[in-house]
C-alpha cells in the first residue's frame, strides 16, 4: 500500500525551508496538488506508479505559487520524501542536476511522465546488491550507466546478459561479427525482454563498442556480466554513490 503524504506534512516542509519567512497564499492548491497523487476514478489509481505519484506532486508544487516562497524546492523535497517512505530513494547526485530538473518542471518544460521517468532513473533499487564469485559478476537492480562501465576501455567481451529492463535511449549499436541482440524498444518504454541466454558451458564471444553504443540511462533487473576475475576487475570501476550496486555503469 502506498504511503502519502498530507497536506499539512508539505506545509511543514516548506516551513522547514523558509523558516519565519514560510507563508502559504494558496491552501487550497497544495490540497489539489497533494490530493492527485492517491486520485482514483472507479477504484483504480489515475496515476499507477510511484514514479508518476511523486512526479505529480513535484509539478503540482513547483510549477505554482502556492507558497510566498521556496516552490520549488518545496516540491523536490515533498517528491523525494514520498518516494523515501515508500521505499524508493534517490541516489545522492550533484545539486546542479535537481535543480535542472525542478526548474524544468516548474517552466513546464518536462511533463509529470518525464519527469517520472527522470525519478526511476535515478532511483536505488531497494534490492540493488552485487553478488562477486570467482569467475562471475552479478548485478541485480539498480540504475546503471553502461558508458561508464568500459573505464577507459573501448570494448568489453564476454558479456551474459538474461532478463534485462531497459528504460532509456532506443538505438542501441554493437559492433562485431554478429548482432548480439535487438531488443525492440521505444524511448520511455519500459518492458520486460530476454535478451540472450547463454547456453550451458559457453559464453557469448563478441565486441561492444561503447562509443558507438547510445547506452546512456539503462534500468537493470538480473544481468550478469561474465569473465576471468581478471577481467571482471579491469571494467569493475568502485562507486561512492550507488550504495551496494558498487557501479557506476
Known sequence: MTVYLTSEQVVAINAAIKGSQARCDDPA???AA???ASSTFGGLDLLPTLWLKAASLLH???STQYFADGNKRTAFVAATLLLELNGAPLKPMEVIAREVLVLGAAVSLLS??????????HALAA???VFLDEDRT???GGTLHLTEFAHGASVLRN???TDVRFLGPAVVTFLGRTALFNPFWEYGEQRESMLYERPPGTSIVGVTVFENSVFERCLFSDIGI???????RDFRRESGDLGPIGFTL
Do not use: C, F, N
Open 127 to 129: 534490492d540493488s546488491r
Open 60 to 62: 503540482g508544487i513547483a
Open 159 to 161: 558479456v551474459h546478459a
Open 226 to 232: 561474465a569473465g576471468t576475475a581478471e577481467m571482471l
Open 138 to 140: 552479478t548485478i541485480v
Open 112 to 121: 509529470v511522465e518525464q519527469v517520472a521517468e527522470w525519478l526511476e532513473v
Open 34 to 36: 497533494v490530493g492527485r
Open 29 to 31: 492548491g497544495v490540497d
